[in-house]
């Protein structure tokens, strides 16, 4: 021990080493610069600074909450009514604005489109997806397939009061259950969904007995041509878009049964500010129309739509 | 070894232990000559370009500052005379820097420290400030002496004016620092009006108070303590790498001479000490090279001078490498190899870093696209059986005019393009503004291709003057349902 007590000298520089040793070396113990040290003493006073104004100790209840009172949420509450205070003068001049005059102002669009985004994000996108590819029942917005319409005015109804979604003002119509309800037979509804499944590849066979049956039972809603009605809501069934799915299983079971998806409304739910930015938004998704008399923000609906094959 | 520490221990007696070691301030007296020359040389030129630089006019157009070099930090470009920079382009910051880094190599393995002696800011604001010391205080003994005198009036207001006149440049420093950062003109009249920003305000405090600290005390502590390139600087060094060398074999061994002795059987040394006297970083050359050496010259002018007035040939301590020590004592010729390997793949990199960033401005075009897939759909069937795939497109003007561009693609047979957004965009129209960034959500509309995804490039036009950026995409199908 009493050797070990020893400090041990350099030969060559007179310094006393620390006593540790590497393979042979050694290290001496120099002193620290002053100027090194005195900055190491006032990082730990800087550091007892923190003790005092931030949280810092655990104690039964959490930590210490410190003079400053700070925490995370708060800084997130006061960010919150900073973005708020941002986006005053931004909303004002939304609110203020028809459709027509935002669907042609770069800053006014822009301000819709990102407000519509994060709304659909927290609103839309459980049935709709998060991109608004939608699924098996709930459409998706990305195509040019509106079954009420892809005008912003349409959109806007739309979004506003929902379809039989129970509001006064709702958009409704219904597709009967020609099985369930005895209106038509089960042969005759296999023959008309055999013709349904075929129209868009194969178009109108006018001697069959399907188009036959069509004609009858279906025409009243989808046209004589199949190619739906906005009025109704009835879907176009030319276009291998389904909303429900394609196969003859499927659409038997959407004849037999019938179908009658909801759509929620939104009024009163959300504020009309969020409900116009939404409805810009999903119709900058790609299939957005231009609305009627308007030059501007969409593309014209196609009158006639030649087959994929 | 025991008996050694013993012995040792005797004959010092057990200092109270310290946990620092005390800086022994040092008092350079003032000196003349060829370096003391180029020093004042090399510090009227830097600190004129420093001080001046942002003060230089570039006419660029109204959408973009006139000033020459400019760092415009809130609109994210640099501009440095003929060459503007964008965040996206960062990387020839990045080469600039590699450059200046292998050229200080370059320079020490040839030169050895005489960045650090002659051009660092730390020696220019540091030898700065020591003059301003000489100058109120007097040389190095008067500054000596007044440190220890006791607060007299004459020491007070001497020190008072010091640091006054330290402040004064420190001030002037950050002054220049944040012109830089700032359209001069503009701030200057700003700081005029006592109507500055905050953060310049910051900035010009901070900066004021580093110089101050650093030129007025930290001095060569900087050099010896902080700096990374003074310590792996001499890892560029090899034999033939230029050192301040004191000539041993000449000048040992050293003694007082009185004029007329006879200068058989001693060195040419007369131990004045006007060597150690004039060393800004405090050492003694004789001992040999030392990691604090920042190889400024003084003590070769020093050490000239006292060989001139005692009739000895110059250059006892001088400018030399290790290669002509040994040359002189085999008897061989002095030399000074300048292509070595070293300094040849100095070269080699040098070249090619300035070739990189010389070519990549060259060929820079004035606009650049970029394309990015939608992933969330990747591919949207259409009522028509036609495929659509969305793109954000972003495209950037870095012309100092507005400019229309027309996109178009390649590799789909039969397509449309598509645009959403506000009024009545075409995407053979597609405006950009001067000096800016426009992102477009476009969709093309194709019939479902063969192979999915299909590769796709995307072309843009400028249409006044029919340059074009392409940018790679993919088309995708999915499964044709």
């Given amino acids: 021990m009493s050797e070990n007590d020893k400090k041990e000298i350099d030969q060559v520089s007179g310094i006393e080493t620390t006593g540790h040793e590497w393979d042979g070396l050694k290290e001496l113990n120099n002193p620290l610069p002053r100027w090194w040290l005195w900055v190491f003493y006032v990082t730990i006073v800087w550091s007892i600074g923190y003790w005092v104004v931030f949280p810092a100790w655990p104690v039964p209840s959490g930590a210490t909450k410190g003079t400053a009172e700070w925490t995370q949420f708060s800084r997130l509450e006061k960010s919150q009514q900073d973005i708020a205070v941002l986006q005053a003068g931004y909303i004002e001049n939304f609110k203020a604005a028809p459709f027509d005059r935002i669907m042609n102002d770069e800053q006014l669009y822009a301000f819709a489109t990102a407000g519509g985004a994060a709304a659909f994000k927290d609103n839309c996108a459980t049935c709709h997806g998060t991109g608004g590819a939608g699924g098996r029942g709930y459409p998706n917005l990305n195509d040019d397939d509106w079954i009420w319409g892809g005008t912003i005015e349409d959109i806007h109804q739309t979004l506003e009061f929902g379809a039989r979604s129970g509001h006064p003002e709702t958009r409704v119509s219904a597709m009967p259950a020609f099985g369930k309800d005895g209106l038509m037979s089960r042969e005759d509804i296999a023959t008309v969904v055999d013709y349904v499944a075929n129209l868009p590849r194969q178009g109108h066979d006018l001697s069959s007995k399907g188009y036959d049956l069509f004609q009858k039972n279906c025409a009243s809603c989808h046209g004589t041509e199949a190619k739906g009605n906005r009025e109704f809501g009835a879907p176009n069934l030319t276009d291998g878009i389904w909303l429900y799915g394609g196969s003859k299983d499927t659409i038997y079971k959407t004849v037999y049964n019938g179908r009658s998806g909801v759509m929620p409304y939104w009024s009163g739910r959300l504020d009309d500010n969020t409900i116009r930015q939404l409805a810009v938004y999903v119709h900058s998704l790609g299939g957005g129309e231009k609305s009627e008399g308007t030059e501007n923000g969409g593309s014209q609906r196609k009158p006639e739509s030649p087959a994929a094959r | ?481």
């Avoid at chain 2, 008092?27 to 830097?46: D, F, I």
């Avoid at chain 2, 000895?312 to 292509?339: C, H, S």
């Avoid at chain 2, 012309?399 to 075409?426: C, F, K, N, P, W």
């Fill in chain 2, 1 to 481: 070894m025991a008996a050694a520490n013993e012995n040792q221990k005797a004959q010092q007696p057990a200092k109270p232990s310290r946990f620092f070691a005390k800086r022994e301030k040092v008092y350079p007296r003032s000196v003349k000559g060829r370096y003391r020359t180029l020093k004042w040389a090399a510090m009227v030129v830097t600190l004129a370009i420093y001080y001046l630089a942002p003060l230089i006019r570039w006419d660029r157009g109204p959408s973009a500052p006139d000033q020459a070099i400019l760092i415009d930090l809130p609109h994210r470009r640099a501009y440095w005379f003929l060459i503007e920079i964008w965040p996206q382009e960062v990387y020839y910051l990045t080469a600039i820097l590699i450059f200046a880094a292998i050229a200080l190599f370059f320079v020490t393995s040839l030169l050895g420290r005489v960045w650090c002696g002659y051009f660092c800011p730390q020696t220019v604001w540091t030898d700065l400030f020591y003059a301003v010391e000489n100058w109120i205080q007097g040389d190095r003994n008067a500054r000596a002496r007044l440190d220890k005198a006791p607060w007299t009036f004459t020491k007070i207001w001497k020190k008072l004016a010091t640091h006054a006149v330290w402040l004064l440049i420190a001030l002037a420093t950050a002054g220049a620092f944040v012109f830089y950062f700032n359209d001069a003109p503009t701030l200057w009249r700003q700081i005029f009006a006592l109507d500055v920003s905050p953060t310049v305000l910051w900035f010009m405090a901070g900066l004021t108070g580093s110089t101050y600290l650093m030129a007025g005390f930290a001095r060569e502590q900087v050099c010896t303590y902080m700096c990374p390139y003074a310590r792996f600087q001499s890892a560029m060094f090899d034999k033939n790498t230029m050192i301040i060398g004191y000539d041993a074999d000449r000048g040992e061994p050293r003694g007082k001479h009185k004029k007329g002795d006879s200068w058989e059987g001693r060195g040419h040394c007369i131990d004045c000490t006007a060597c150690v006297q004039v060393c800004p970083v405090g050492i003694d050359i004789r001992e040999g090279l030392q990691m604090e050496c920042i190889a400024c010259g003084l003590c070769v002018d020093a050490c000239n001078d006292v060989m001139d007035k005692i009739d000895l040939p110059r250059g006892l301590i001088r400018y030399d490498t290790e290669q002509n020590v040994e040359n002189r004592r085999a008897g061989k010729p002095e030399e000074m190899k300048v292509f070595r390997p070293r300094s040849l793949y100095y070269t080699v990199v040098l070249v090619l870093i300035a070739g990189l960033v010389l070519y990549g401005q060259m060929t820079r075009k004035p606009f650049e696209l970029h394309a990015l897939h939608s992933r969330n759909p990747l591919y949207v069937r259409l009522s028509d059986g036609q495929i659509s795939n969305g793109y954000e497109i972003k495209i950037l003007n870095k012309t100092h005019s507005d400019a229309v561009y027309s996109l178009s693609l390649d590799g789909l047979q039969d397509y449309t393009i598509e645009m959403r957004g506000a009024g009545d965009l075409q995407a053979d129209r597609l405006h950009v503004g001067a000096d800016r960034v426009a992102s477009f959500h476009i969709f093309v509309h194709a019939l479902p291709q063969a192979r999915t995804p299909a590769d796709i490039r995307f072309a843009l036009k400028d249409a006044a003057t029919g340059e074009t950026a392409t940018y790679g995409s993919m088309f995708i199908s999915g499964d044709g349902q």
